[in-house]
């Protein structure tokens, strides 16, 4: 029975990933958010409840993945799909047939993302580089920025409005974060190892920032906790290519 008690909670991932399809399907959208949020809680103490009680296998691994691709898989696809849908001329698709071909492309953009997201999931199965950090966006930080869009445009919707407002801006963002889900870009881990700061160092810049946001721009800051995480990511990896100062010798 200890065995099946990380698989019980992946399986309550993928009942709140169930439900937040069901909700975003009656265009429920506060109600998909919090079920997706519920589902990260539970995708989080599966895999800590699995190393607690020393029974991490290869089939709760399989479930996992599996349990992702609903949660934060379909489920944002959804949230993008009905965000998209917002902007269109009329907002609802009774309005299908006067919309332009441009215009119904962007609204089958979000179809993007749980095939990339599935592709995302195989991946970092099979992907020794990964046990530490990622290669390219967790399909959690893709569902994340939508659920942070669907709180930014109900408590903040004037940053919101200013940002996203324009009906290509969420298709574009469905298309760049679908190829960050397979890219090779390095991606750091949220989770603190240790509490060093050599190690941890871009994670303490990342939640100092974000804090500071919080504090002086308030919710408005819910919006960029996944751009910001980008960014990062993206600073990051191009210092990289920075080369050092060669040392020089004085004689």
Known sequence: MKKQIPNLITCMNVISGTLAVFAAMHEQLMLAVVMILTGMVF?????????LLHVKSEMGKELD???D???FGLAPAILAFLLILRELPGGELANFSTWSCWEKIALVCPLLIP?????RLAKFNLDVRQSTSFI?????ANALFWVSLVLGSRYTPEMYELLFGN???????????SWLLISE?????LKISGFGWSENKVRYLY???LIAGGIFWGKAMLIFVIPLYILFALLSWGIRFIPSNPRVDRK
């Open 43 to 51: 995708d989080f103490f599966d895999g800590m409840t699995a190393r």
């Open 167 to 177: 009906v290509w801006v969420l298709p574009l963002c469905a298309l760049f974060l």
């Open 115 to 119: 095939p990339f997201s599935a592709y």
């Open 69 to 71: 691709m609903v949660t």
């Open 136 to 140: 390219g966006m967790p399909t959690p």
């Open 65 to 67: 993945s599996l349990a």
């Open 207 to 209: 939640f100092i920032i």
């Open 185 to 189: 870009l390095p991606m750091f881990s």
